[in-house]
């Protein structure tokens, strides 16, 4: 529980403050004057002060040099004075919020509200800030940490641009004064790369020229301050930044959250199908040998051998059994943390859950199998080859082809993994082959797929095990028969 002191020395404001934190949880001290302050400051830590600026018996911001670091202990000012430079300068100092209070203190409490949830959000986001003067950088840093922010300084455009491709940032601040490449260049670059499109960059700049200040916004420049610049304006701006950012990406997971719910439910739905079909085979299997002994034993005819004999195959095809239904809870568990597996086996047991669909139909699979093992999500890679095998099959059930076949290869080439799986179906059509790994792209029905299997595969294949999945149609010979099909080819790096 985090501690909150409150300094005020009204003691209606005081109670109205605390009540409504100790309703959100927090624990709360109530001190009502300069004095006590100081000296319950001596002796205890706490997380955030809410402090009036005048007291009775002193000023409320000389309190600030009593608290030993701003970035343990926030500070947000609560105050009837509006006096704009030392609101500057309590910014300056690193206070977190200036808040002026109202008649029914309805909107402080709502700041406080907003405030304490800026606080409590756990993932401390990186800032860089590209700038060469030392003094600016400073000033940054000491308005940043209290924020809970992050901060890299990179004195240079070219230290910038190095940090930034090899870190993880949540938003950029981009002197356009630099030493060796000039801002506008250093904006134009980061933002040529696809992945940094949506990282909000920040200029700063002493220009009034409008027409490089128009240039900075065409650039992909998210928005503009000017030098020398107000400090409550800088603190706010990067806050708005960032939580927008922070938004956007929850959307995205979010999203993608539910196309990957979605892709192992249609899989899953698959698989059901196919275990069903499976275990009729064992269960009666086990009636039979069941029922079989029951006679025996009624005709006074069994013997122990007859016995044992029946009883093992009763148990081989209820293990089989369990291993199927084991195999089908996994799949629908997450997959939390990576191990080292076999490729053959995982492929097995791919062949495992689609086999009644591939037999009846009279798909052959040709392996070819070199002994690898990967390290990876191992469900997460047989919804992939459930995905592709399925894929083929569909293509085959779309057209008259005499003898079906489809070819798994797998083998290592320089520290890669390369998996192989080509059909004989006839490929894909050449105008819509560059489109097959996007979301919702597909030839069929509706009721015959949704067109994310694919899509899914890519997103596994390169975001979960850096990766890389592509097709390519080819012709090939087969026993001196020349076939034409789609190849899926994925490269996972070993390890
Ligand atoms: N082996 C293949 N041969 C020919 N076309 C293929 C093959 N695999 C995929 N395609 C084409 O790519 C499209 C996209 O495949 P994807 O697996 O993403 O979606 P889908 O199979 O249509 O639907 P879903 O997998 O979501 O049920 C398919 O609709 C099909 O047109
Ligand atoms: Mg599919």
Redesign the pocket.
């Known amino acids: 529980m985090k501690k909150i002191l409150i300094v005020e020395d009204s003691k209606v404001v005081n109670n109205i403050v605390a009540n409504e934190l100790k309703l959100l949880g927090y624990s709360c001290t109530q001190v009502y004057n300069f004095i006590s302050a100081v000296e319950i400051l001596n002796k205890n830590k706490y997380d955030l002060i809410i402090l009036d600026l005048h007291l009775p018996d002193g000023e409320g911001y000389e309190l600030i040099h009593n608290i030993q670091s701003l970035s343990d202990t926030k500070v947000v000012i609560l105050t009837g004075n509006t006096e704009k430079q030392l609101r500057e300068e309590l910014f300056h100092h690193g206070i977190l919020d200036y808040i002026i209070k109202d008649k029914n203190l309805s909107y402080a409490i709502q700041e406080l509200h907003k405030i304490l949830a800026h606080i409590e959000d756990v993932k401390t986001h990186n800032i860089l800030v590209i700038d060469d003067s030392t003094f600016i950088c400073k000033q940054i840093e000491s308005i940043l940490l209290p924020r809970n922010y992050k901060v890299t300084i990179a004195k240079t455009g070219k230290d910038g641009l190095e940090k930034l491709v090899n870190g993880r940032f949540d938003l950029v601040t981009l002197d356009m004064e630099l030493p060796d490449i000039h801002g506008s260049d250093v904006l134009e670059e980061i933002k040529s790369h696809k992945e940094f499109i949506d990282l909000p960059v920040i200029v700063i700049s002493g220009t009034n020229d409008s027409d490089l200040i128009r240039k900075i916004y065409k650039k992909g420049g998210s928005d503009f301050i000017r030098k020398p610049f107000i400090v409550e304006e800088f603190a706010l701006k990067v806050d708005l930044w960032t939580d927008y950012r922070k938004k956007h990406y929850e959307e995205i997971e979010q999203k993608d959250l539910l196309l990957s719910q979605q ?1 192992k439910m ?1 899989t899953m739905g698959e698989m059901l199908e196919n275990i069903i079909h499976q275990s009729k085979q064992p269960l009666s299997l086990i009636t039979s040998l069941a029922s079989g002994t029951l006679m025996k034993q009624e005709f006074n005819q069994l013997t122990t051998e007859y016995l044992e004999k029946n009883l093992e195959q009763i148990i081989q095809s209820a293990l089989h059994l369990s291993e199927t239904m084991t195999m089908f809870r996994n799949f629908y568990k997450k997959n939390s943390f990576k191990t080292t597996f076999d490729l053959s086996e995982l492929f097995m047991k791919a062949f495992q859950l689609t086999e009644s669909k591939f037999h009846n139909r009279g798909i052959a699979t040709i392996t070819n199998f070199e002994d690898i093992k990967v390290y990876g999500f191992d469900i997460e890679l047989l919804q992939v080859f459930i ?2 095998l ?3 099959r ?2 085959f059930g779309r057209k008259q082809i005499e003898k079906k076949y489809i070819f798994i290869t797998t083998y290592l080439q320089d520290n890669f993994v390369y998996i192989s799986i080509k ?1 004989n ?5 050449e105008d ?1 082959i560059e489109k ?2 996007d979301s919702h ?4 029905s509706e009721d ?8 899914m ?1 890519k997103e596994i294949i390169e975001k979960h095990h850096e990766g890389e999945i592509f ?1 390519v149609n080819e012709n090939y010979s087969y026993e001196d028969v020349i076939y034409r ?2 190849n ?1 080819i994925i490269k996972i790096p070993l390890n």
């Open positions: 892709s249609a995905n592709i399925n894929n083929a569909d293509e059909d179906a006839g490929g894909i059509p819509i097959v790994f792209f597909t030839t069929k015959e797929g949704t067109g994310i299997g694919l899509y595969s097709c099909g789609a899926f």
